[in-house]
Structure formats: C-alpha cells, structure tokens
C-alpha cells in the first residue's frame, strides 16, 4: 500500500517561503512526477514526503498515518538520488544490501532478495564491484535495487536521469517505466524535463514557485492546460502564445496554439510568413517562421512537406483547437 | 527536529580546538606585550621595573635591527624568486612526457622531507665546505681558488640552502596546478595559432596564478621565520651579516637574556607576519566561497 | 603540429628532466654515500663509489646514544599528531556538516594563530615551560607541537570531510542507519583515507619542526632535529660520522613522504590547489 496525502504543507527556509501551502492527493500504484523550473520546490517537496527536511506546516499521511513527525526510515519510503548516494567503499552487493542489514533481515534472505534485485536490474555480474567500478546507467541500477529490496511502500526518485546523456536517458526511461507496471507501487518522480513528465507519469503535478499550477494525466495537462504556465511549460516544441490583434478577435488577452494545429500551404492561408529554420527530423519538420504582423510561430508539419529556409509559406490556425486564455493567464 | 540540538553538538565538538587556539594565542602574545614594556633580564630578575617605550627605542636604534630587518626580506625575497621561477621551470619540464616520471618525482620532492637541520649542515658540510665541500672540488677541478661561501656569501649560502629545501614544494604545487590545465584549452589556443612561447604566456602563466599566489603566501609564512638553517651554519654571523629578525629575537632572548628587549622585537615580529597574513587570508579566503 | 609526441622531444626532455632531478637530489645521495665512507675517505675529495662500510652507523649509535633522539622523534611527532586529531577531528566534523555563517570565521582565526611567529612567543614560552619544569619533557613539546599543528589539522580534516556528500548521509537515512550505525557503517570508512593522510603529513610537519624542537630541549627529550644541530660545531673531523646519522634521521620520513606526495600538495594549501 502505498498513498500519500498531503495536507497543507508548507516550508520555508528562514525568511524564505519555498513551499507556501499545498495540498495532494497520490493514489497507491500511481506514477506521479512533480515536474516544473529550476527552483520551484519540486525537490523540496520530495525531500518533505521523504523526512529529509522538516515541514513548517501542515501533515504528512501514509496509508491515512501521520507520519510529520516521524523519521525518514520509518515512513517506508525509499529514495532514489540525483548523485545515485552508493555508498563508495562497499560492493554492489553490500549497497543493495544495506537497508536490510540496517533492518536487521536474517543472513539468507538478505542474500535471496540482493539476488533477486540484481536478476531484475541485470547487476548479477557486477554485484562483488565497487561503485566507482560502475557507468553511470549500472550505477544507477544499483540505487534502484536499493530501494526495490526494501519492499517500500512508495518510491521516490529525485531527478534520477539528469547525470546520464541522452541515450541512456531514454533507455533507463523506459526500464524504470517497466519495473513500475512490474511492481506496481506508487513512484513519486522529481524532473525538470517535460518529456520525461509527458513519457513515464500516470499523473502529472506541474509546480511553480512553490504552488501547484495544474495536476492531471499528461494528455489532460497536454489538451486542457489550465493557465498559460502550464500551457507553456508542457509540449515540445512550444504552444505558440499569441496576443494582440488576433487575440481580441477571439476574446480573449492571449491566444495558445501548438504548432501541430496549423494548416500550412503553399498558395493560400489566413497569414503568411517566411521560413527563418526548417528542421527536418524526418517523420516531422519543425518550420521556425517569421509571420508577418505575428512574429515569431513554431509550427510542425510532416516530413514530405520540403520546406526550406526563406520560402513563403501560408498558414491557417485550426480555430477548434484554439486555447484562450484572460486578463490572469488562466483558461477561459 | 533536531536543529537545535546538532546546534548545540557542533559547539561543543568544536569547543576544544577554539579553546586550545585562543589560550595558545591569547596567554603567550599578551605576555609579550607585557614583558616588552618591563625592564627585565634574566640575569638580574629580582629587578624588574616599567620601562615605557625604552625596549623598543632600544630595539630600533640597534644597527642590527635593520640589518636583521634586511636580512628577512632578502631571505624572503631571494628564495621565492628563485623558487617560483624554478618551481616554473621544473614543473613544465615535468608535465612533459618522459620516461620514469614517478622515480623523477620522487627525486625532486625529496628535498622537502629533509629537516632543516640536516640540510643545513649536508649543504655546510658537504656542498659548500671552503675544503672538502663538492664546490670547493669543482672550483679546483677548474683551475679556481674555492670560495669560502659562509664567510664570504653568508646571506647568500643560506638563501641557497633554504632554497633547495622549497624548490621541491614549489615545483610539485606548480605541477598540480599545470596538470589540471585543461588540454582542450591548449587545443584551442593551438587551432588560433598561438606558439608555444604565447600559449605560455597567454593560457599556462594565468592559469598557474593562484598556485603561484598560494606558493608565495604559504613559503612567505615559514620562510620569515627562518631559524635552524642560520643557527646550524652562520650562526648569525660574520658580526650580523646573516641574522634575521627571528634570529635576533633569539640572540636577544636566549643569548643576551633580555627579555623586554626580545618581547619588544617579538611584538615587531607580530606586526610584519600580521600584514603578510591579511594577504593570505584574503587568498586563501576566496577559495572557501564555492 | 605534432600531436604525437615525437621519440626524440621525450627523449631530450627525459635526459633534461633526469639531469634536474638528480642535481636536486644530489645532496642527499652525497650524504648517504658519504656515509658509506671511512673518515678519511670522507674528506679524501670527490668520489661517489664509498668503501661500503657501515661502521658509521654503529659508531653514530654507540658513541652519541642514535636510538634515543630517534625514539623522542617518534615519539614526539606521533603523539603530537594523534593527540592534534582527537581533539581536531570533532571541530572538523561540526564545521563540515553543520556549518553555521560563522563557520569560515572561525576556520580563518585558526589559520591565523599558525602565523603567529614563534621567536614573538619564544620569551613567554620558554618562561612558562621553565617554571612549570616542562622543559626537556616528552610531555611539554608534545603539548607544543600539537598546538602549533592543530590550525593545519583542522583544515585538512575540514577539507577531506566537505567531500563526503551530504546526500550519502541522506541515503543512509532513508535506508534505515541509526546515528551509530551511521557512523560505523557510512561515514567512519569513507572519513578514514582523510584522517589517514591527515595523521601522515602531520607526522611530518612534526618530525622536521626545527625551531621548539631545539630550543625547549636539552638531552631527555631531544628528538633528532636537536641532535643534529647539535653537531654545528664541529669536533674535529667527522664527515662521515656526520652522514651517518643524518641518513638515518632523514630516512624514514623521506620514505614517508614520498608516500603522500599527493596529500601534501591539498594538504599544505589548504585545499586551494588539487
């Protein structure tokens, strides 16, 4: 069992308000990501669930127990770290191992769940090296068999991928994704990269300077943005956000539109632009536009449509799939 | 949860240590001070009485007290010029590809382990000795009379051996610093068709200054205060000609047993190392921001 | 322009290197080959093949009692050290892992103390130690040198214990580790490689201590740095005597120390070169 309840949590450093108050709900088995800027308390609010820090208010509940005050090891939570936290001096074995020598778990059981962790992590051949002996994608398999042998009742992962390059990234993407419909117990992911929010959540909680923005699935988040921060913040490349003339036309202050809701030609359209950059990535091109009395436009269209850098294109918003947005940024 | 507690932990952990340093500091200088204001001799010490600001006039119009004053800086200077730039020179020499460089390390480092009094008298006795010393052979080898080296470059001779006894510690500073120097900088600078002359100059000279700032500062501390090298070889000597201000001090101490003249030199002694060490702290400082 | 280095620029620069490093330690081998020497061969002008006997070294023991310095050396340095980091391994710890805003306040101000000239305190010092009867004691100059050492103790520890990530401590949290078990298990095995150079290069610094070495002892407590310096004045001739005993004095740190040559560098600057 595995649900996390939190009940007007707030925390500040000092003077510092970095969480002002927050509540959320996180159903057992979930995949949830706490995804948002550089410095909008994602990682605090991790480190809060976790006991790392102290709340300044409010209440912590697992499975409907208070666990505010309680110390990180006894809330059964296991974490995952940016900088992965092996323990230098001990085998791979004994890092798996540790929590449950700490537990005090009898010698052949210990023995039976480290075998079993490496199996599925694919570690049984590193498991009498050091860490350092390690790449970055092992490395980071032995902090998740870690926190797998403690049998906890949520895991928490702190930016796990942010150290490894992007092919690795995308492969230990997709490993932690399959070991959450294996386990299937509740993952609260901190990440600053939409993708990985869009890629590996059941629910999304977009944070900015400390408050929620918006929580739902990522297609919710992706189709129904509640604010123009959310809009901005989810979808690569960029919702395109348009205000002025046009914007009244529609009225509303600012008008959303992602660069996959254009219709583009070549001879006619409702505006017109040049192409500043066509990137081609094959299946897709992403046309950088400059339109005229607009600005700047982000649209996608498919591969065959050849592009090239200063053509003159049309294009034609698909009004159905506008968003507006009023005077506070927020849907209308 | 437990704030206030490790608060409280780490005050009395660092408790000791802060305690020691201030008595160790604050009991020994304030005794100085005290003496260099009293008339006091060890030799006559049922007499002692106030004696003003008398130690001090006394100390400064000794022609000694410039003369060891002197002889600080050109120790100082002397050895850090010859050690910086040979620390330099080695070290690039070193940060070459060369065979044996573990053995070739260890070679140059050695000279830093060896205790003062030992390199002293190796370098009185056996370099620099006017008859069975190595230079006296070489000299005759060529045809030359040998040089008495501590009666006639007293000053010199010890700047020599101190010298040695740092090039080491230089060297392998500089060479730390000159191996963190990323290669791709030099790449670059290659590609923009620096030399090998303005590569040195533009990219390795500023890249090593903060080594070269640390040597200085570091070897400043201990070489002002000089003391085994000059006791073992000139002692001083001829008349003043090698004694610095530590030395001085010494003699005035333990040799003249003046007390109030040695504590008032002493209190001199405070305030040159004082503003050597504001530079220190400054350097040193601005590595703790990280 | 030649990226791969040519035979013959690592020839020459080995020739140039070799020839730097042997002119370096030219005095040293000198000593140590001189003391392989009869006296008379000692002073007989420049050789560098010795007869090969060790009589010096037995005459060194016999006649001037070697083995006693040696012991106060060992005595006095190691006891210095170990003294220095008990009473600095607590203080560095505190710093490192709750550091307060004043915390590199402090760290300065013990930096400070250790440029305090030792000739300014000489008077005061050598007063007390005479009426409290420490001079010429173990105990007094081990008292002493940890003092004198305890500044450079701190910072190395402080500097050895900032590189322990705190998110390790965090992870040994969250598996469970008790403040004891944390301790054992986690911070003492990754604190030991720090202490343990600290504890070396320590060593050192006391062993070659030349200035309270000499001047607070006489002959119970003199470790070798005063036994040697107490050869200055010559009787007669004694070369290879001399040699002798400064190989044996000078040996066992050199060994020592070429064992920390990479500490020595964070070491002695306090963590500012690396």
Sequence with gaps: MGSITLNKVSKSFGEAKVIPSIDLEIVDGEFVVFVGPSGCGKSTLLRLIAGLEDVSGGKIMIDGKDVTDNAPAQRGLAMVFQSYALYPHMSVRNNIAFPLKMAKVDKAAIDQKVTDAARVLNLTDYLERRPSQLSGGQRQRVAIGRAIVREPSAFLFDEPLSNLDAALRGTMRLEITQLHHQLKTTMVYVTHDQVEAMTMADKIVVLNRGNIEQVGSPLDLYSRPRNIFVAGFIGSPKMNLIEDDYARSKGAKTVGIRPEHFTLSRDSGLWSGTVKVAEHLGSDTFLHLDVDGIGHINARCDGEFGARHGDRIFLTPNETKLHRFNEQGLAI | MATQNTRALARFMMAPSVILL???????????????????????????????????????????FFQSIWNTLVIVGGVLLITVIGGIGIALLLDQPIFGQGIVRILVISPFFVMPPVAALVWKNMIM???????????????????????????????????????????????????????????????????????????????????????????????????????????????????????????????????????????????????????LMRAVGKNLDR | MARVVTRQHKVI?????????????????????????????????????????????????????????????????????????????????????????????????????KMMPAVAVLVPIYLMFRDFGLLDTHIGLTVMLTLINLPIVVWMLYTYFREIPGEILEAARMDGAGLWQEIVYVLTPMAVPGIASTLLLNIILAWNESFWTIRLTTTTAAPLTAFIASFSSPQGLFWAKLSAAST???????????????????????????
């Excluded at chain 2, 204001?37 to 119009?61: E, T």
């Design chain 2, 22 to 64: 201030l008595v160790w500091m604050i009991v020994p200088l304030s005794m100085t001070l005290w003496f260099s204001f009293q008339n006091y001799n060890l030799l006559n010490p049922g007499n002692v009485s106030f004696a003003g600001l008398f130690n001090y006039q006394y100390f400064y119009s000794d022609p000694a």
């Design chain 2, 129 to 279: 000795h006017p008859s069975y010393g190595v230079f006296a052979d070489i000299s005759r080898l060529f045809g030359f009379r040998p040089v008495d080296w501590f009666a006639q470059y007293p000053l010199l001779s010890i700047v020599i051996i101190v010298a040695w006894q740092w090039l080491p510690f230089a060297t392998l500073i500089l060479l730390t610093a000159l191996q963190s120097l990323d290669s791709e900088q030099k790449e670059a600078a290659e590609m923009d068709g620096a030399s090998a002359f303005s590569r040195f100059i533009y990219l390795t000279l500023p890249h090593l200054a903060r080594a070269i700032t640390v040597v200085i500062l570091i070897q400043t501390i201990f070489l002002l205060g000089v003391y085994a090298e000059i006791l073992v070889t000139t002692n001083g000597g001829p008349g003043y000609a090698s004694t610095n201000l530590a030395f001085l001090i010494y003699r005035t101490a333990l040799l003249g047993y003046d007390v109030g003249g040695a504590s008032a030199g002493g209190i001199i002694a405070v305030i040159l190392a004082n503003i050597v060490a504001i530079f």
């Design chain 3, 13 to 113: 620069a080995t020739i140039a290197a070799w020839l730097v490093a042997f002119l370096i330690f030219f005095p040293i081998l000198y000593t140590i080959i001189t003391s392989l020497k009869t006296e008379p061969e000692a002073i007989a002008g420049f050789s560098l093949i010795p007869s090969g006997t060790f009589e010096n070294y037995i005459t060194v023991q016999t006649r001037n009692d070697y083995i006693r310095p040696f012991m106060n050396s060992v005595i006095l340095a190691v006891g210095s050290t170990i003294l220095a980091l008990i009473i600095a391994i607590p203080a560095a710890w505190a710093m490192a892992f709750s550091p307060t805003k004043r915390t590199k306040d402090v760290l300065m101000w013990m930096l400070s103390t």
């Design chain 3, 248 to 274: 044996m004095a000078i040996a066992p740190i050199l060994i020592l120390g070429w064992f920390s040559q990479k500490q020595l560098v964070r070491g002695l600057t306090f963590g500012a070169v690396k």
